[in-house]
């Protein structure tokens, strides 16, 4: 049972939080009135989970913070509040707070909160291996190299003002966890972030999914919907793979962000729109530019300030630190202690390429955690595709023209690299797609290129 803590002035408050996290009968609950109390308590034991209100009594909640990561850093410490103070929340959210709440909450949002919090933790894995010892994190994204912390020394700095921000990096990197960031230290944080995919459905789908539509403007149009955009009012709007958007909706998606305002499908009325727009991309947009794919005048409405994450291969000293955070996830999670990797284990995971990046190592510690049968991972319980090391190179192929070589290599890896995937996932598509760190829409054009049997 996790071991949770909660901390408010109001009787009322406190029940009406046990009562909804009692739902689950996962949590061994306690709860605290007292904000004096509350700082001298949190040193003498360690909670899974702290939920402290911004204010108890004459205490600031910050000072529960403080106190509570100062004893013990793996804590995570959700800060909740009526009050909505800004300042307060960022504060709290700098000296370490895992995330904040605006009261009142729904169940729904508490629970998802906690299940974050669990999965990530406001801070990473402490373990035996000194290369995870002085790693750092921030809305769940685990570093401790020096290329990330510059990033994140640039998001304290932007994440108070209104500029919006363009993201790059290859899948997998932890672009949607930076803009979360971003906006979690922002004066937006107490309004939603709404993420939306762009290349996750049709243009026909899109634009009603984006903008809203009326009753009766097409087809199954049956009662008016908002779109996204108007559920991030207010808050930000993270649009991931923005490369991908079509034209038209670029076109649209410019009017929107130097009028603020918007018009659903098959609507008249113009709306007002106040939000913040960060969005991502692993693509390069000045080469799409160029090639007449993606509006300019967009393009430099989106890069008001531009983050470039570098690549997992880039910062080989975030590799140690993020496996053994998620070997500590699952150990906390399956009540099943794997401790750590050996020194080949280790070495195998610092010199592989990490095509797919962070998204790639956290499913293949996973899948090691349950392969292994003893306390420590081996080389052996990695699975690595035979495919990532070598590729063989016959002698008909060596004499063969470069162009023809090099094309039969390519189709033999594209062949065996997809195939070990798919069979390795069951022949989910949306799986194997987040282990290779490329799209859905990718994974499907190589089945058909090269007529792949799967098997969902």
Known sequence: MKKILIIDDEIEMLKSIEKILKQRNQYEIELLQDGQEAINYVQTKPFDIILTDLRIGEISGIKVVQSAL??????????????????SSVEAMK???????????????????FDRALSHGAHASKSSAAQADNAKSITGFIYSSDKIQEIIDMVYKI???NMNVLITGESGTGKELIARAIHSLSRRLVNPFVPVNCNALPENLFESELFGHERGAFTGAIKTKPGLIEFADQGTFFLDEIGDLSLSLQA??????????????????????????????NIDLTQAVRDKKFREDLYYRLNTIHIEIPSLRERKEDILPLAYHYLKELSNRNE??????????????????WQGNVRELQN??????????????????????ASRHCIEINQQNINLPFK??????????????????????????????????IDRRSIHRLIKKYNIVYQE
């Open 95 to 113: 000296a370490g707070a895992f995330d904040f709440l605006e009261k009142p909450f729904s169940a729904k949002k508490l629970f998802d909160c």
């Open 404 to 437: 023809n070589a090099k094309d039969v290599i390519l189709e033999k890896f594209e062949v065996e690299y997809l195939t070990y995937h798919l069979k390795n996932n069951h022949g989910n598509i949306s799986q194997t797609a987040l282990d290779c760190g």
């Open 70 to 87: 100062s004893a013990f850093p793996e804590s995570n410490v959700i800060v909740i509040s009526g009050y909505g103070t800004i300042e």
């Open 159 to 161: 994440a108070p003002g």
């Open 252 to 281: 649209k998606l410019l009017r929107m962000i130097e009028d603020h305002k918007i018009r659903r499908v098959g609507g008249q009325q113009e709306i007002n729109i106040d939000v913040r727009i960060i969005s991502a991309t």
């Open 364 to 385: 293949m510690i996973s899948r090691s955690y349950y392969l292994c049968s003893t306390k420590i991972i081996q080389k052996s319980d990695l699975p690595l595709p």
């Open 336 to 353: 099943r202690d794997i401790s750590g990797f050996s020194p080949e284990a280790e070495d195998i995971l610092i010199a592989n390429d």
